[in-house]
């Protein structure tokens, strides 16, 4: 999971959209507008319980059913800068360097027991057990495989690879299924071109009738943890004649072109120094607010004048722009700290806050000074989260905790959080409701 292809799959919706995105990148890399990825600490997070998960269908798969990954609780996962995992006992001393280090906490085992249950009972599907299975998986006919390295050149194309979590195929099905960690970015499985590419291998003259398309992704309230797209083995290749093979050959191909849009620029690394995007994003916003020097109140009329349609259409373009302006904050940042002057802007000092030099130092002047403890010192209560992580707590808490309800926020409908009945709406519900009852009570009911 840590190797990157030249053509990611887990990169591709954005080269099949904006086939000249990869010489974009080397041309600005050589800039030096971009730097070298670096792996941030949740990408070494999602790492690790991807390293979890995959030891444990392996168990899984030579027959311990019942395992899942509350076996681990407590354990700690050290994860190094290739993505190479170990787990180790708690209170282990860690002497390696450089190794992020993960506690296997409540938090993880029950993300990662979405995945590892959602494989359980696709396998007890396919053998009718009432019981847990005894045996190796092989002896059911189950085939189960992890962390693949998926290539593509049965299709000529071998610069595409990368590794798929989970292939499992039993009688004329195969389930192709992937763990997204992330909390903030919603993947879906419905034509996802990453699984797709990895789907492709069992696609080509095999006796695969259905392919199913499976992303688990548990920690992301905007879509569902588990989401399934049934396909076809046909409509898979159809994809990969018609679009993937064409855009690979383009990209291969010096003159090709930056494509923008809102898909492959919402997360490109080029995005705030690639002209094209720049250019898009700056045509997005001039449609509608056409004088640069438009004042708040102007941009608030534009903004209030927006129809329904527009609004809707404009919302769905935030994280795109969003990017372009971290990107372009970040560039100007840069390039203000190395020197050079941005007209019309200037480097201060950031905000902070007065803080205590040395706490204990403070604590023991303001004793000296006869001050009560409780005159200086807040004592708070930890949170629900942090209290029910103690043993002896469990279950004992549900009484005192209640949970506030959040202000309005729009998301996308397919954010998995229940669509809030509007008051005006509950209103007329309990009007009609009424008129319903009165016309049934007029009518001697
Ligand atoms: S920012 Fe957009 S247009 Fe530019 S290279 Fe990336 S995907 Fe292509």
Redesign the pocket.
Known sequence: MTAHAKKSPSDSS?WI??P??FQ??KRLRSLGLIKEDQASFHAQEGTAAHGLVEIIVERIIDGEFKIDASKYLGRVITVDKKGNISILNKGVKIVEKNVDIFEIDEEMVENCNVFINYFKDLVLGFTGLKRNPTKPLSDYGIDVETEIKVKLSAYGLDDIFGHLDLRVTYGGKVYIIDFKYGKHVPVYAEDNTQLIIYALPVCKDTDIEEVYIVIIQPRCFQVEPVQIWETTPEHLNDWANDVLIPVSKAIDKSTTK????DK??KW????GH?S??EE?SLIEVQNEFPDELLSDDEILDVVENFSIDRLSAFMKKIPFINNIIKNVKQKATEVALGGEKLEGFKLVEGKTNRVWIDEEEIEAFLKKSRVKLKDFQVVKIKSPAQLEKIKKLKGKLDDYITKPTGGPTLVPVSDRRKELVLQIEAVEAEIDEFLEDDDDDLLGF
């Open positions: 954005r959209n904006c000249g995105c974009e990148e930056l494509v923008a849009g492959q620029c490109c690394r080029c995005a690639c094209a995007a898009y």
